[in-house]
T-cell receptor
Framework: GDSVTQMEGPVTLSEEAFLTINCTYT??????LFWYVQYPGEGLQLLLK?????DKGSNKGFEATYRKETTSFHLEKGSVQVSDSAVYFC??????????????FGKGTKLSVKP | DTAVSQTPKYLVTQMGNDKSIKCEQN?????MYWYKQDSKKFLKIMFS???????INETVPNRFSPKSPDKAHLNLHINSLELGDSAVYFC????????????FGEGSWLTVV
């Protein structure tokens, strides 16, 4: 079945460091890909998305490019801030049949940014 | 103007009790969901409704019963609560099935003591 694998955390960085969180997927057909973020004590927020190959999703300085050839959707940010400390989830949503349109999540990567 | 709202946000209750979590969305979406996040932050689908019809029912104990009175509401009732039911429960909605974005509520933190 469909699945998402993202790098294990926790990830600890200093402010202004470069961030990469790796995410790869397995899916039938052509899924949509998402990054969600969960700040401490809060709910899930959509961070960015991409719906087809070579699309780049971006928001709040974060970017991710849908790479069909490597089945990847790595999250990057050039300069992290303390306020970026959160858990980041990579997810996919397939068309009918593959994952029944269900959102399949990776296990989450906790990011801590130190001043 | 909260898009997906769920209540209560925090709930502490004793084993054996019955409790409900309510969810409403004002986005005009046809499809609603319940997800469970365990203590390790892992998120998994529990149920999905499309236009009040159950379309996904994962392996969940039958103590959990979703109810959708209309397509804007999807409530979750839990009977005979157990310690292992302690988790964060997220309600969500989307414009339909397929590859559309799913929007989440703020979560309901359930603690069973």
């Amino acid at each position: 079945g469909d699945s998402v694998t993202q790098m294990e955390g926790p990830v600890t960085l200093s402010e202004e460091a470069f961030l990469t969180i790796n995410c790869t997927y397995t899916a039938t057909g052509y899924p949509s890909l998402f990054w969600y973020v969960q700040y401490p004590g809060e709910g899930l927020q959509l961070l960015l998305k991409a719906t087809k190959a070579d699309d780049k999703g971006s928001n709040k300085g974060f970017e991710a490019t849908y790479r069909k050839e490597t089945t990847s959707f790595h999250l990057e940010k050039g300069s992290v801030q303390v306020s970026d400390s959160a858990v980041y989830f990579c997810a996919l949503r397939g068309a009918y049949g593959g994952s029944q349109g269900n959102l399949i999540f990776g296990k989450g990567t906790k990011l801590s940014v130190k001043p | 103007d909260t898009a997906v709202s769920q209540t209560p946000k925090y709930l502490v209750t004793q084993m054996g009790n019955d409790k409900s979590i309510k969810c409403e969305q004002n986005l005009g979406h046809d499809t609603m969901y319940w997800y469970k996040q365990d203590s390790k932050k892992f998120l998994k689908i529990m149920f999905s409704y499309n236009n009040k019809e159950l379309i996904i029912n994962e392996t969940v104990p039958n103590r959990f019963s979703p109810k959708s009175p209309d397509k804007a509401h999807l409530n979750l009732h839990i009977n005979s609560l157990e310690l292992g039911d302690s988790a964060v429960y997220f309600c969500a909605s989307s414009p339909g099935q397929g590859r559309n974005t799913i929007y989440f509520g703020e979560g309901s933190w359930l603690t069973v003591v």
